[in-house]
């Protein structure tokens, strides 16, 4: 892909915090990463792992408490995590589209969906209604609802779940956005419509050079669709690479259990591999490398020292396993609490 | 010899009309959502008998009235030889009602949160009086604890104590303290972390090694299913559209819509296959189309296609509901998967 160009959007050292009564929880540590022109970036992770919020301090809609307590968002080389929020609010949407896991709450139920598109439009380009409504209409045609002439008219309510989540897409490329960061556009839908809402994503990409960053918990849908994928383990990044690259010859030890647990087929019967445990409650981050817990090949160094990203095959892993000093004396796993 | 579980021409018709007054005042007619439309299934014993489908096919209406959750509107289930939509006496109701249960999908909202674990488990016990006194229970809910991989501290806890893999542990221990025979599963995984749901659907084949349970399994996730199950029945629209052996299913499926479904799994091997999305959206089961309901989206479909049902008929070693297949109109091609090499060819 597009990697010499200068990365559109460049994520350094992000840091998350929620402050709570009982301490401050660190929700995102230490992440950075880059996204270029037209390129698709899966950040693939389970639940709690920060990928969402990764999405959230990006586009400027963290919830408080939420807030970034460190490091630097650059969006074609202008920092965008410290602006006024009237100032975010014109980035987003011109510049950055989002679009979210539930199509049903991120369109209004009482405003017809021509009219949300034409005020979306109108915000930010000094268009007339007419016009607007013109380009609403092709925006409709463009990502495939049948009858648009027709449907533009129409309430949310009257859509299925799969031509909602087209809307939603029409919605977010209303100003034409560089970025687009879709947090889990497919998880509520069939698998039948998760197929059809991939493949226009990747056409809309191509065709508008637009970059992407795909959060989600499928690693069926990265594979399809990614360039470049982040794992997200405890807040931090464990890999990022060429998606080929993560999912063929997995580098981080977490990674690894990952692909192994998604059942494939032609593999019948067979017992899956599995990581024991779960992840780590935020506030129970372990020391060291916070998989450690679940790894089988930890050594004394990993329940001691947290491994940054390093160079690891054609990817790049947060494991000491990569480094030129390994692990140290292994650790055996004490059996699981049974 | 009649089979461990039989489902025949089991339909379940839910009544969605507006109220008797507003349907008066404003003239509209009843609206009935026919989400079981004639299901006919046979479940072996010891085998994982799987139905798939999109949202709304009925699925799930399938596991609840096979429990008896709800009563079916026609068709009869038979369990061991026994009609369950027979009214019998108490005891041999619940004599009946012991050899099956249910694990939900939501982890969160089948525990009772008010409750200690320990209560949850050994309610089906008392339940069913299958503990001699105190002592017996507290070790058969310890051994059920075991069994499922958490530890008889864990019983003194309360649920919100517990991840959601771990609260399906606990539901799964809870099925089995009735010792029952047949478990029905509603997307059981579904609501999990793919690292966790490995770790249940290891746990849940161990088990129905080891107690030589049998399965109804319901689940959107194909890959899963191909996983776990010696048999699948693919549902569309209240229907069976298709049912066979695991392996003939993924690798010969017949009807267009297993085929359709089986485009859109994921490729993981990143081979390059594309999957192919398909046109068209599950059409709402209030009016259904007629004849053959998938024939809007079929792009095998005819004038027949449009008028008249088809009825599931033998092919292989299973039954496809298609006239397409029926007159030999759609070729059978057959399909392989990357991780074939693997895998020892099976018989």
């Known amino acids: 892909m597009a990697t010499n160009n200068p990365p559109l959007l460049e994520v350094k050292n992000l840091r998350v915090e929620f402050p709570t009564r009982r301490g401050t929880l660190l929700a995102v540590d230490n992440v950075s990463f880059e996204i270029s022109p037209g390129e698709v970036l899966g950040v693939v992770g389970e639940s709690g792992a920060g990928k969402s919020l990764t ?82 209409l092709e925006l409709l045609k463009e990502v495939g609802i049948p009858g648009a002439e027709h449907r533009i008219d129409h309430y949310p309510h009257q859509f299925s779940g799969g031509m909602r989540q087209r809307v939603v897409i029409a919605l977010a490329l209303c100003a034409g956005p560089r970025l687009i960061v879709a947090d889990e556009p497919t998880t509520a839908l069939d698998v039948s419509i998760q197929a059809q809402i991939i493949a226009l994503l ?27 994928v982040a794992v997200m383990y405890a807040g931090r990044i464990a890999e990022i690479g060429p998606v080929r690259d993560v999912i063929k010859h997995a580098q981080h030890p977490y990674t690894k259990g990952l692909m192994g647990s998604i059942p494939h087929l032609g593999e019948r019967g067979e017992r899956l591999t599995q990581i024991e445990g ?39 892993a947060a494991c000491w396993l990569h480094d030129a000093r390994g692990v140290g004396v292994p650790v055996v796993r004490e059996p699981a609490s049974a | 010899m009649p089979e461990f579980v039989q489902i025949d021409g089991l339909k379940r018709y839910f009544d969605v009309s507006a109220p008797w007054l507003v349907r008066k005042l404003e003239n509209r007619p009843r609206q009935i959502v026919q989400a079981v439309d004639g299901v006919d299934i046979t479940i072996a014993k010891g085998e994982t008998f799987s139905l798939v489908g999109e949202s709304g096919c009925g699925k799930s209406t399938v596991a609840r009235l096979v429990v008896g959750l709800y009563p079916p509107t026609a068709g009869t289930i038979a369990f061991d030889g026994h009609d369950m939509s027979q009214r019998r006496g108490g005891t041999e109701t619940s004599a009946l009602r012991r050899r099956l249960q249910m694990i939900f999908q939501d982890p969160y909202a089948s525990l009772n949160p008010r409750w200690r674990v320990f209560d949850i488990i050994a309610e089906p016990i008392r339940a069913f009086g299958l503990a001699k006194d105190k002592a017996d229970l507290r070790k058969q809910v310890e051994d059920l604890l075991r069994q499922v991989r958490l530890t008889p ?91 066979a052996p695991t392996e003939t299913l993924f690798r010969r499926p017949k009807h267009p819509y297993t085929r359709m479904l089986l485009d859109t799994i994921p490729d993981l091997e990143m081979t390059g296959r ?26 095998f479909a005819n004038d027949r296609c449009k008028v008249e049902r088809p009825k599931a008929l033998p092919a292989e070693d299973g039954t496809v509901a298609c006239h397409g297949i029926e007159e030999g109109r759609i070729p059978v091609e057959e399909r392989s998967y990357s991780l074939d090499r693997a895998q020892p060819a099976r018989s």
């Open chain 1, 55 to 136: 999405g959230n301090a990006i586009i400027g809609l963290l919830e408080p408490p939420g807030r970034i307590a460190a490091g630097e968002i650059r969006l074609e080389g202008r920092r965008i995590d410290n602006l006024p929020y009237e100032e975010m609010r014109k980035v987003r949407g011109a510049r950055i589209g989002a679009i979210f896991q539930d199509p049903l709450t991120s369109l209004n139920p009482l405003y017809s969906v021509g009219r949300q598109l034409v005020e979306t439009i109108q915000t930010h380009k000094p268009l007339s209604t007419a016009q607007a409504r013109a380009r609403a």
């Open chain 1, 202 to 228: 990747k056409r809309l990409c191509r065709e508008h050079q637009t970059a992407v960053m795909l959060v989600t918990h499928d690693m069926g849908v990265i594979a399809e669709t990614a360039d470049r």
């Open chain 1, 278 to 316: 779960s992840m780590p409650r935020l506030t129970e981050i372990p020391k060291g490398c916070a998989f450690n817990p679940r790894c089988t090949f930890r050594g004394e160094r990993c329940l001691v020292d947290r491994p940054e990203l390093m160079a690891a095959g054609a990817s790049r």
């Open chain 2, 153 to 243: 501290a864990d019983g003194a806890k309360f649920p919100h104590e517990f991840s959601g893999g771990q609260r399906q542990r606990i539901s799964i221990a809870r099925a089995l303290a009735s010792r029952p025979e047949f478990l029905v599963c509603d997307e059981p995984t579904s609501a999990l972390d793919v690292s966790v749901q490995a770790q249940i659907l290891n746990l849940m084949m161990d088990l129905q090694r080891r107690l030589q349970l049998t399965y109804l399994f319901i689940s959107h996730n194909l890959a899963v299913v191909y996983h776990i199950s010696t048999r699948v029945g693919v549902m569309y629209l209240g229907r069976v559209v298709e049912q």
């Open chain 2, 274 to 299: 594309q999957r192919t999305p398909v046109g068209g959206e599950v059409p709402s089961p209030i009016n259904p189309p007629s004849g053959c309901t998938f024939h809007p989206r079929c792009p």
